[in-house]
C-alpha cells in the first residue's frame, strides 16, 4: 500500500481538530509540556504551526509528540516533512481522548490512513532495542490475557450491541495493555503483543460503529480501525490487517453510494492482503466484503463473481470445526445472511429471501444482536415482495429478539419496520409492532 508523505502541520491540524483546540488552546498546552508555562508560546506561532508556515523546532517538537500523540517526523529526500507516527503511543492517546465528539474528520477513510501514514516496519524492533530495562516485563501470559479478553468483551457486545461494554475494552486498552505496550519483551512477543492489541483496537472501533450513526461515533470507529491496521501490519499479520481495512470498507458501505469508490477501494486493498491467506473462512468473508462493495457500486458482474467465490470457500468448512483466527466467527449461518443482503441489493429478492431463512432454519445463529439484524431485513423484504402477514410475523420475533441490545444497526431496523408499518394504518397488527419498535427506539 503506497501513500503520499503527510506534511507535519497537517498532522498537527488534524490532531486539533479531533481535540476542538485553536491557537490559544494548543498553544497553552505545547507551552506547559515544554516546561514553559501556559505562557511560554504565543498564539501567533501556534497559528503558524497549525497553518503549516512553521515547523516545530528542537524546542518543541518534543511537547508536539507528547502533548498530540505524534512520533517527530522524519524527513524525504526532497525535504517533505514526513510522519513517523509512533503507533503505540498514537493508539494510547486515542484511547485516552476517544476523539471529541464536537468535530468530525471530514476526510475519507483513505485520507484517514494518510493522515497516520505508513506502518513502521523497524517499530517493534525499536521499541524492543530502547525500552529501558527498568519497564515492567511483559511475556506470552500477557499477550494470552488480552485475546481472553477481547473474545470475552466481543462475545457479550455481540448478544447485547456495541455500546453494552465499549467503556470496559477502552479502559482495558488504557490501564491494562498499555503499560504491556510500553514493557520489556523480547521481539517475538512483540509481534503476538502487536497483533493481540490490533483485535483489541478492531473491536473497540466496531463498537463505536455499532453504539451510535452520529458524526463523532464514526469518526472515532474510523480511528480505531486504522490503528488496528497499523499495528496488524507492523506485526506482520495479514489476516488482522485485512480484518481492519474490511472495517473501514464496511463503514464506508454503510454510508451509502455516495462512498461507493471509497468503499470499493477499501474492498480491493482489503483483498491485497487476504488473496495470501489459507484459511478459507477468512477469504470467504473478504470476498463477500469484495462482493457488497461492488453491488454498492453498480458492479452486479463483479459482485455476482465475489459471492459465487465466496461460496466456494464457504462450503469448503462445512465440516471443519472454527479454529482461533479472526474471521473464524465465519460460519455459513453468517455466510447466508451476508449473501442475502447482497442479492438484495442487487433486488433479487426472492433469492435474498431464502439466503437469510437459510442463516435463521438451517444453520441458526446463536447471537441475539446478529439474530435480531438478521430478521428486521427478513421483515422488510417480506413486506417488498407483497407478503405483509410474513412481514408482521417475522417483526413480531425481531422485537422479542431486540429487547435490551443496544446496537444502532438494531435501531435502524426498528426505525424502518415503523415507517414501513406506517402505511397499513387499519392493521391492529402492523400498529402494534410499531408502538413496541417506537418503545425499542426510545430506550
Known sequence: MVMEPVPVGYLIRQACEERGWGPSKLARELGIAAGRGPMGMTRQYARKLLAGERTPGDLWLPAVTVVLGLAPPEVDPAGQAVPAVDTVASVLALGRSDVDRR??????????LSFLGVPDPDAITRRVRETPASAVRVGQGEVQAIKTMVKTLGDSAAEYGGGHVRKIARSYLIENVGPWLNGRYTEATGHALYAATSQLTHLLGWMSQDEGDDKGHQQLARHYYVHAWRLADEAGEAELAATALRGLAVQSIGLGPRHRAEAFALAEQTMNYASHLDDSRARAYYECTFAEAAALDGDHRAATKALSSSQTY?????????????????????????????????????????????????????????????????????????????????????????????????????EDMRVRLARYPGDPTARELSERAGRLIAT
Open 103 to 112: 468535530s468530525f474528520l471530514s476526510a475519507s477513510s483513505g485520507g484517514a
Open 314 to 414: 464457504i462450503e469448503r468448512t462445512a465440516s471443519t470445526p472454527p479454529g482461533e483466527s479472526w474471521a473464524s466467527h465465519f460460519s455459513i449461518g453468517r455466510w447466508a445472511y451476508a449473501s442475502g443482503m447482497i442479492l438484495a441489493k442487487m433486488g433479487d429478492l426472492t433469492a435474498a429471501q431464502q439466503h437469510l431463512h437459510q442463516a435463521l432454519e438451517s444453520y441458526g445463529l446463536d447471537r441475539r444482536r446478529t439474530r435480531a439484524s438478521v430478521l428486521g431485513n427478513l421483515g422488510e423484504i417480506h413486506l417488498r415482495q407483497g407478503d405483509l402477514d410474513g412481514a408482521l410475523m417475522v417483526w413480531v420475533e425481531f422485537l422479542d429478539c431486540a429487547e435490551g441490545v443496544q446496537s444502532i444497526k438494531v435501531r435502524d431496523a426498528a
